[in-house]
């Protein structure tokens, strides 16, 4: 029986949560950016969390990915307006700060809005244990998240396990470094290797995720022809595809065409087989 | 409320409650369905656990005019099962979504009542007779020689206690891929629709071997989802209409007659948005929980989180009339996002066939449901609450204090009970009879009769 009617425990992080969405409703000085980049924060949450019960619910997935976009279309739009450099990397803890003090674009700020700019930097500092908890995310970790349930939930039969989840000791992603993954060289890399969503240490507090080794339990599947998908980023959907080309900085690398081709034919093939499992079904 | 009787305003009193007392819910006891049938003398539940309970009114005492026959235990059953779906390996659950009477034909009742994936028609049937006076078996049941046999004797029917059976009759299954949210019965009587979250399949009543996709929302690629169909209900009095809603607030209207896959609507009904409202949350809250014809067809009305809307089914850019059920969560939304109450399906309802009444029912927290007068303009707020158990004693109005300084005898929003929500509610056909389901609890209240 596979292993995925799994249970959230109450951990530091979910009480956090819920701290912080009453100061959200009750708070008129939170800043913007701040009360977006929570709200996204827990959407992420939810699906990462309905990933792991046993039948998601396609309505509540949907609208959370749905906010998701909402608030991954404004950042966009901030960022066009501001060419401001979308922050790469993800890592645990509070190692995402230092580095970014500089560039000062952990929160995406509105342009034009100066005065808000100078608040924020003071109020980082202010709210820095609540920023430490919140996590940054980048545009592509935004669509994966969402392309990655949505697949889910396509029924696929054979639908390749979550081997998304990072098994603990796996902890420092690799993407600040190497800006480039190697489809070739991450085939043999892949069981521990970061996937997108792996790449979403929500925090250290949630060991809940971190004590899942559901890899073990795959071990002899044959995941080749699937996984190339959570390497590098779904095929870009057809309605932004300005994005390839506008980002400076990727985390991955756009997919060269043999592999994006064979990954079209993959799910063509796979939406054949929902088709035909559908009719064997019915008889 | 202005009444039928002449400019008095309805009194709700309690009448009765049904289910266990503890406030220890057992989870297989959690009400899912409530549905009077066509005459309103029977009232059925159904339940997480795959239960069908049905009540049935007794007949009125002409001597006590002043109250309404009660409902009673009439009829259990297990509807539905767990099962296991073998190819996903995932378990499907017995709890029942669903449950809607046909218009009754003969002596038995028919109704249709359906799970996550399967919808089954029920027979309901009576039995207070049965043949005595066979003389073809001994004493222990065997059956005889026959050669001992040497009169012919005729049974004769002789009373019994009254037994009532419900056996499975269709069982229609293996058309839904997604959950299914609505079941409708066509107005023809022979045939009805299943929706679920992308498809909507027409079925015969007497065939379970095929259906008609009707409605089929999923896209090539499922990453491009944004929108699924969330509730789906036939025209009261047009066999070939019907209507399903969305995620997204709209509400389509289809013409079977049309083509075949009703993929493009016959009408769009959307309220564009209100700019000053616009959240993070805007989208969530808009999604329509339920959609429910009047009687007449010429009106319909949507649940969606904050509001009930009624639609002129002549006018698609806006809803004629919206009523605030519970505006005060509007800045509590985050909180209601955190713990998930944000996707709560709240149902609504219409009042019973009386043309001079028209109000609309619908639940919310805190075992609070709401009632608003179309003609009055008037709303009223009442509480299903065990504490309030005295038979025709009024129910006093409840009120909710938003902000500021609480009154005597409100309650303020921080307080209410967010576990304690009415979903279910349903309005006695003929008469001013109302059921309402908490979590585990069925309450009956009826109006204050002179």
Redesign the interface.
């Known amino acids: 029986m596979l292993g995925r009617g799994l249970k959230r425990k109450l951990s530091d992080y979910e009480e956090n949560m819920a701290g912080l969405s009453s100061a959200f409703d009750s708070s008129r000085s939170l800043p913007y950016p701040l009360k977006r980049q929570l709200v996204l924060n827990m959407c992420l949450t939810k699906l990462q969390t309905y990933k792991m019960l046993v039948e998601p619910n396609l309505h509540r997935s949907v609208l959370i990915a749905n906010t998701v976009r909402q608030i991954q279309e404004e950042m966009r739009q901030e960022s066009n307006q501001q060419p401001v450099n979308i922050c790469p990397g993800i890592a645990p803890g509070s190692h995402s700060y230092t580095g970014m003090e500089s560039s000062g674009i952990s929160l995406q700020l509105p342009s034009g809005v100066s005065q808000q700019e100078s608040n924020c930097c003071d109020l980082r500092s202010v709210e820095d244990p609540i920023e430490n908890s919140l996590l940054i995310v980048s545009d592509d970790d935004m669509s994966s998240a969402i392309s990655s349930i949505l697949k889910d939930l396509d029924f696929v039969e054979d639908i390749s396990p979550p081997t998304c989840l990072v098994p603990p000791g796996d902890d420092q992603p690799k993407f600040p470094e190497n800006t480039g993954l190697k489809l070739e060289d991450d085939r043999q890399d892949l069981k521990g290797a970061e996937c997108v969503f792996g790449s979403f240490e929500i925090s250290n507090s949630t060991s809940y995720l971190k004590d899942l080794a559901i890899d073990d339990i795959f071990e002899d599947i044959d995941t080749s022809m699937y996984d190339s998908d959570f390497c590098c980023p779904p095929l870009m959907p057809p309605r932004s595809p300005s994005l390839a080309t506008e980002e400076p900085l990727k985390n991955f690398p756009s997919c060269n065409s043999s592999s994006a081709s064979n990954i079209q034919i993959c799910r063509t093939d796979l939406s054949e087989l929902d088709h035909i499992m559908e009719i064997l079904v019915g008889s | 409320f202005t009444g039928a009787g002449g400019g008095n305003d309805i009194q709700w009193c309690f009448s009765q409650v049904k289910g266990a007392v503890d406030d220890d819910v057992a989870e297989a006891d959690i009400i899912s369905t409530v549905e009077f049938n066509h005459s309103g003398e029977l009232l059925a539940t159904g339940d997480k656990g795959g239960r069908v309970v049905i009540f049935q009114q007794e007949q009125e005492n002409k001597t006590q005019s002043h109250s309404r026959g009660e409902y009673n235990v009439y009829s259990t059953f297990q509807s539905h099962e767990p099962e296991f779906d073998y ?5 499907i659950e017995e709890k029942i979504n669903k449950i809607r009477w046909l218009p009754q034909k003969n002596a038995a009742q028919f109704l249709l009542s359906t799970n996550d994936k399967t919808i089954k028609l029920w027979k309901i049937s009576e039995r207070d007779k049965r043949p005595e006076g066979y003389n073809l078996k001994e004493e222990d049941g065997r059956y005889r020689d026959p050669t001992t046999v040497t009169t012919l004797r005729v049974p004769v029917f002789r009373p019994m206690d009254l037994m009532v059976e419900a056996s499975p009759r269709r069982i229609f299954a ?2 839904h ?3 299914i949210n609505s079941i409708s019965i066509n107005s023809d009587y022979e045939t009805y629709l299943s929706a679920d ?2 498809r909507i399949n027409l079925w015969h009543l007497e065939i379970t071997d095929r259906s008609f996709n009707i409605v089929d929302i999923k896209p ?9 169909i ?1 509730a789906a209900e036939f025209h009261p009095n047009s066999c070939s209409t019907f209507v399903y809603s969305s ?1 997204k607030g709209t509400i389509r209207l289809c013409d079977m007659r049309a083509s075949a896959l009703c993929d493009r609507h016959s009408k769009l009904f959307e309220e564009p948005e209100d700019p000053s409202n616009r959240s ?2 805007s ?2 809250i808009s ?1 329509i929980s339920d959609v429910k014809f009047s009687h007449s067809g010429r009106y319909m009305m949507t649940r969606d989180y904050l509001s009930v809307k009624i639609w002129d089914l002549n006018m698609e850019n806006r809803p004629v009339e919206t009523y605030q059920v519970h505006e005060y969560l509007r ?5 209601l ?3 998930d109450c944000i ?1 709560d399906k709240f149902e609504c309802c219409w009042n019973g066939l009386d043309r001079q009444v028209h109000i609309v029912m619908t639940g919310s927290y805190n075992n609070f449901f709401r009632m608003f007068d179309r003609n009055t303009k008037r709303d009223i707020t009442l509480e299903a609450s065990r504490e309030n158990n005295k038979p025709r004693t009024v129910l006093k109005p409840r009120k909710v204090c938003a902000s500021g300084k609480r009154k005597k005898d409100e309650i303020s929003v921080d307080s209410l009970d967010f576990n304690k929500k009415i979903l279910h509610t349903a309005w006695h056909p003929k008469e001013n009879i109302i059921a309402v389901a908490t979590t585990n609890n069925l309450y009956i209240f009826q109006d204050k009769m002179n």
């Not at chain 2, 090539?220 to 699924?228: D, F, G, Q, R, S």
């Open positions: 190819l996903k390996s995932l378990e293996n058309a891929t997604y959950h979250d992308l090539a690629n499922m990453e491009e989802l944004t929108e699924v969330t995620s993070f949350f989208e969530i999604s800045s509590k939304l985050c909180s996002y955190e713990n996707f």
